[in-house]
């Protein structure tokens, strides 16, 4: 069963990423939690309905392309191309981030600030890794067909899957857990969509060697990855 959204909804998801809410929305993979990555308010209240502690990276996701581009001008040539290639899509990209981008949603508690050595990690879903401290996690979702209204939100997000800690990624509003529903300031019903998390890809070193990692494997597979990187 689907469910179109409309462009009330994505106003109102626009709205609540602006202030301090917390919204329960549709993806291209799984639900997810989304809040405004530059507000300490809403980013707490985001990791308190999860019911795990702020951890580093936390993803930014952007309902389009462009604005991601334009939200990270020092990115070189070679990964703008990737994420031409990529974008948008189920993956989330780890990017190098020497100009601090969204200090919050990168380092929500603030411990690793001036951090130089790697750390553990969560990926969106809870997956566990070690990254390097300056890194930023880049979502754009391909938003199309029943959801293809949210692609005109035109601010960013600090996302997570809509779960608690440890818990499965919901395909469904009705798999996300209820506490996590109520507690939320906007509930989107995007209704049954693939129920895979994003596939995690490491692009640290891309821009100068060419080289890539899978973190986490996802919808987007290796052989795919190996046609649109080399």
């Known amino acids: 069963m689907t469910a179109t959204l409309s462009e009330q909804d994505a106003a109102r998801l626009h709205e609540c990423l602006s202030g301090d809410g917390v919204a329960v929305l549709p993806t291209d993979t799984v639900y997810g939690l989304a809040c405004n990555p530059g507000s300490e308010r809403a980013i707490g209240r985001m990791y308190e309905l999860k019911g795990r502690p702020p951890v580093k990276p936390a993803a930014v996701m952007f309902f389009a392309l462009d604005p991601a581009l334009r939200a990270l001008p020092e990115l070189g040539p070679r990964t703008r191309a990737a994420l031409g290639a990529l974008l948008p899509g189920p993956v989330t990209l780890l990017l190098g981030n020497p100009r601090g981008r969204f200090p919050l949603a990168s380092d929500p508690d603030g411990a ?3 951090s130089a050595g790697p750390l553990l990690a ?34 960013p997000a600090m996302q997570s899957s809509a779960n608690l800690s440890g ?7 009705q798999d996300v857990p209820a506490a996590l529903r109520e507690g939320a300031d906007l509930v989107l019903d995007g209704g049954e969509l693939p129920g895979t998390a994003s ?3 490491d692009l640290h070193d891309y821009e100068q060697t060419g080289t890539w990692r899978i973190v986490r494997e996802g919808p987007l597979e290796r052989p795919a990855l190996e046609r649109l990187l080399g």
């Open 199 to 201: 596939t995690v890809i």
């Open 122 to 155: 969560c990926a969106p879903g809870g997956m566990p890794f070690r990254v390097r401290s300056a890194t930023l996690g880049v979502r754009v979702p391909l938003l199309e067909g029943p959801l293809g209204a949210l692609s005109g939100v035109g601010v």
């Open 112 to 114: 690793a600030a001036g």
């Open 167 to 173: 818990g499965p990624d919901p395909r469904r509003l």
